[in-house]
Every structure is written in structure tokens, then in C-alpha cells.
């Protein structure tokens, strides 16, 4: 990821390193949850976007995800 191109060409982190001046730890992520079913996965991929109101993902996956959760 290049953060010095022009920004229209920037990812999502290119554009939320430069705007909120944060960076990742590349080499030390944290495991959220771990699923071994692709369904209860994705559903639990939903819930942490939702439960960290998680920035720089732009899906819109979530909407279908109950606000109870």
C-alpha cells in the first residue's frame, strides 16, 4: 500500500493511517474469534463490526445483522 499516491488511490488504511495518524501492528494481530463453520463465521464477522463500529470496513454486510445483536 502506497500512502504517498494520489488519494483518491488510497485504500481504506492508506486513508485511515493519514487521517487518524494510527497504524497497524502487522506482525502482532489479534484473533477476534475463531470458527471453524463458514456461516457461523461470517456471522461472527458481522457481530465484531458491529460491536467495535469498526471505520475503515465499507461493506455493508452488516445491515442484514439484527441491531439486538
Known amino acids: 500500500d502506497n500512502i504517498k499516491l494520489h488519494e483518491s488511490n488510497h ?11 494510527h497504524d497497524f501492528d502487522w506482525l502482532k494481530p489479534n484473533i477476534l474469534h475463531n470458527e471453524k ?10 457481530f465484531f463490526i458491529k460491536k467495535f463500529n469498526n ?7 452488516t445491515d442484514s445483522l439484527n441491531n439486538i445483536y
Open 11 to 21: 485504500s481504506v488504511i492508506s486513508k485511515h493511517r493519514l487521517e487518524s495518524r
Open 37 to 46: 463453520y463458514v456461516r457461523k463465521r461470517e456471522i461472527a464477522e458481522m
Open 55 to 61: 471505520l475503515i470496513n465499507l461493506q455493508k454486510g
